[in-house]
């Protein structure tokens, strides 16, 4: 079956500082992989989403970015944090009309 | 700009109670998903509608897409307390883009 891992669960992180959050699936091949980001309590908003490796596609232009340097790896990174990057990181999987969750990153920036 | 309005925002009932909750948007969507999330975990799938028109049921809950791909609800009958949690649809579309709507946050009361 398949699973999907994320990692850290929480981050506490100053302001300026780089980020890199990893997400690996397993049992699964050529997924489509998604970052999410939550506010809390309210529903996720979509920042990148990736067909295959190397190919990102970015919804909302932020500070962050996305890679795919393997089939089932996806990571979110920034260069320097800005306050406004804190909140719950979800990284997701999908091979067509479902998408599955992973535990979520806990990102809060001081 | 979200895609997808859920409403109510905020629901607190009796256990025992029935309710439902709304997923309305102006766009068409290819299937739309029904997620359930507890607090600092990732969302968890419920189901998937994907036909206009089509009703799924689990045990005591009732899902509905509507006739035109754009709306659907979450019947929930006889509520408990073990159904608190936060409500979000997803509507599928732009191969297999998941955009989600702004959250539903349920208390049951015993």
């Known amino acids: 079956s398949q699973t999907i891992h994320q990692w850290p669960a929480t981050l506490v992180q100053p302001v300026g500082s780089p980020l890199s959050l990893e997400c690996t699936v397993e049992g699964t091949s050529n997924p489509n992989l998604y970052w999410y980001r939550q506010a809390a309590g309210r529903g996720l908003q979509l920042l990148f989403y990736s067909v295959g490796i190397g190919q990102i596609s970015s919804e909302v232009p932020q500070n962050l970015s996305a890679s795919r340097p393997q089939d089932r790896q996806f990571i979110l990174s920034s260069k320097k944090l800005l306050l406004s990057d804190s909140g719950f990181y979800l990284c997701?999987?999908?091979?067509?009309?479902?998408?599955?969750f992973g535990q979520g990153t806990r990102l809060t920036v001081v | 700009t979200q895609l997808l309005e859920q409403s109510p925002q905020f629901l607190s009932i009796q256990e025992g109670e029935n309710l439902t909750v709304y997923c309305n948007s102006s766009?068409?969507?290819?299937?739309l998903q029904w997620y359930r999330q507890e607090p600092g975990e990732g969302p968890v799938l419920l189901v998937t509608?994907?036909?206009?028109?089509e009703v799924k049921k689990l045990k005591r809950l009732t899902f509905q897409f509507g006739d035109a791909r754009k709306d659907s609800s979450l019947h929930i009958t006889a509520a408990q307390p073990g159904d608190t949690g936060l409500y979000l649809c997803a509507g599928e579309r732009d191969f297999n883009k998941f955009y989600f709507g702004s959250g539903t946050k349920l208390n049951v009361k015993p």
């Open positions: 997701a999987w999908s091979l067509g009309a479902e998408a599955f």
């Open positions: 766009s068409v969507f290819s299937s």
């Open positions: 509608v994907v036909t206009g028109g």
